[in-house]
């Protein structure tokens, strides 16, 4: 199904939070081949309706924008991509879904484009550092033309784990993380570096004006998943503020409370600092991620993906070992990479130096090749595209041979019988919902939220009692 040159590239991307929109709104601007003379890009967004679909501000704060953008069920993802024919068929989808949504999917059009000689290419992978479920979630993943792995390590990785049950491993394909970029750390401000613990000289050194040193802490939403090690690494961060009144320290948050991201958060910083008493040089910020990137001095995660960002630009990263390094926490994937340390030694003035070999081999090209960690995927694309007689059909490892006990609860999770059609009562996509209905999905998605931030916590911490 070669793009002619009157034809758009014409890619949709269906996602199921702010950070996998993300994630595969980037991904498919740079994995499309160059279309022929000045052939344009037309991008369908697809919104997979659950507890995480974005809100109107998350998408905004994302910063990518799509032709379209619409909230879909599975099933109805299925009727609009069947729908899509002559000019308005796409190219290619891009599925940046958790594992399971993954699966669902692959069955589902495949059994949409059983009958059809031509079909699009569908790409799909992960939305960062895979350091926990990497068999589960591989193995959900295949079947798709190419699985997208963000390094050369979890390239390697993958191919193992695909080898080792006897699938298919050609779909893996090498790219890097699609958001890194912007501009190279400078260094720290004019004067800031060496600054004593105890920050006594720090007001001299900013009366010439100018920006203060930045420290953000980048926070996640679900690492770590309980109230003393969240309060314990806010304690710190404040505590490094006022041990440092010369430079600003940011707590980059990633929602507001009652949204939802890829990860459940039900214990949000913002609640948590209002018991505390933090410093005028302490904020809070959101936004997005690489415009804080934009002035900072030092980064420092638990086991964030923005580590990454920060080290592709050269800016000093640190991954905290306070609370371990351990495969809980996801900070043990980065072993090896000379970021590790502790807040006693930040505190003191310790700046690790990233090491360049473990670097390289997460896919941040700090040394340049950025632009071309790409071209793989492009090409491989372009030659399915071109493929004489269209695609083979979708053939997930996954089947009711290979797991008849696990396929069918995966699919029936979207409304999919075992053969990929819709099941009986499942959601109608011939007209879009009314007031009343929309309502009613925003109440029943509002009383979800509270129920997974304020009920569930209050009902463990009653059975730990």
């Known amino acids: 199904m070669p793009a002619s040159a009157t034809k758009a590239l014409r890619v949709a991307v269906l996602a199921d939070s702010d950070t996998r929109w993300k994630w595969g709104a980037l991904t498919a601007t740079r994995i499309l081949p160059?279309?022929?003379?000045?052939?344009?890009?037309?991008?369908?967004?697809?919104?997979?309706?659950?507890?995480?679909?974005?809100?109107a501000r998350q998408l905004r704060e994302v910063g990518v924008s799509?032709?379209?953008?619409?909230?879909?069920?599975a099933v109805e993802f299925l009727r609009a991509i069947n729908g899509a024919r002559g000019e308005q068929s796409y190219d290619v989808l891009v599925l940046a879904l958790v594992g399971g949504g993954v699966q669902a999917l692959l069955h589902g059009l495949g059994r949409v484009w059983q009958d059809r000689a031509e079909r699009p290419v569908v790409v799909t992978g992960y939305v960062g550092v895979v350091y926990e479920k990497l068999a589960d979630g591989l193995l959900l993943r295949h079947g798709a033309d190419l699985v997208l792995a963000?390094?050369?390590?979890?390239?390697d990785r993958f191919r193992a784990v695909y080898e080792g049950v006897g699938a298919d491993a050609t779909a893996v394909t090498e790219v890097a993380l699609p958001f890194l970029g912007g501009a190279a750390y400078a260094g720290?401000?004019?004067?800031?570096?060496?600054?004593?613990?105890?920050?006594?000289?720090?007001?001299?050194?900013?009366?010439?004006?100018?920006?203060?040193?930045?420290?953000?802490?980048?926070?996640?939403?679900?690492?770590?998943?309980?109230?003393?090690?969240?309060?314990?690494?806010?304690?710190?961060?404040?505590?490094?503020?006022?041990?440092?009144?010369?430079?600003e320290v940011l707590l980059k948050l990633r929602s507001r409370p009652g949204e939802h991201t890829t990860h459940i958060e039900e214990l949000p910083y913002q609640k948590l600092v209002q018991r505390a008493d933090p410093p005028p040089n302490f904020r809070l910020v959101y936004g997005h991620m690489g415009e804080v990137l934009d002035r900072t001095d030092l980064l420092v995660t638990v086991s964030s993906t923005a580590a990454l960002e920060s080290l592709h630009r050269r800016i000093p990263t640190v991954v905290l070992s306070d609370l371990g390094v351990r495969e809980a926490l996801g900070n043990h994937h980065f072993v090896g990479s000379g970021c590790l340390a502790s807040w006693d030694q930040l505190d003191a003035g310790h700046r690790p130096a990233p090491d360049p070999e473990w670097v390289a081999r997460q896919g941040v090209a700090a040394?340049?090749?950025?632009?071309?960690?790409?071209?793989?995927?492009?090409?491989?694309?372009?030659?399915?595209?071109a493929r004489p007689g269209g695609?083979?059909?979708?053939?997930?490892?996954?089947?009711?041979?290979?797991?008849?006990?696990?396929?069918?609860?995966?699919?029936?999770?979207h409304h999919l019988a075992p053969d990929?059609?819709?099941?009986?009562?499942a959601p109608a996509a011939e007209r879009p919902p009314g007031p009343v209905r929309q309502v009613v999905r925003r109440a029943a998605r509002g009383a979800y939220r509270h129920g997974v931030q304020r009920v569930a916590p209050v009902i463990r911490r009653m059975g730990e009692l």
């Open 367 to 385: 040394d340049g090749g950025y632009d071309t960690a790409f071209d793989a995927a492009r090409e491989r694309i372009a030659a399915l595209l």
């Open 391 to 413: 695609l083979p059909p979708l053939a997930p490892y996954y089947s009711l041979v290979t797991a008849p006990g696990y396929l069918p609860r995966i699919l029936a999770r």
């Open 34 to 55: 160059d279309g022929p003379g000045e052939a344009e890009i037309h991008l369908d967004g697809y919104l997979l309706r659950g507890r995480a679909t974005p809100t």
């Open 188 to 247: 720290e401000p004019a004067g800031t570096a060496g600054t004593a613990a105890d920050g006594r000289d720090g007001e001299d050194r900013q009366e010439g004006g100018g920006r203060a040193h930045t420290v953000v802490f980048a926070a996640q939403p679900s690492v770590p998943d309980n109230r003393a090690d969240r309060t314990y690494l806010l304690d710190r961060l404040i505590r490094h503020a006022r041990l440092h009144p010369e430079r």
């Open 66 to 73: 799509a032709d379209s953008l619409r909230e879909v069920t």
């Open 420 to 425: 990929g059609t819709p099941l009986p009562g």
């Open 150 to 155: 963000n390094s050369r390590q979890d390239a």
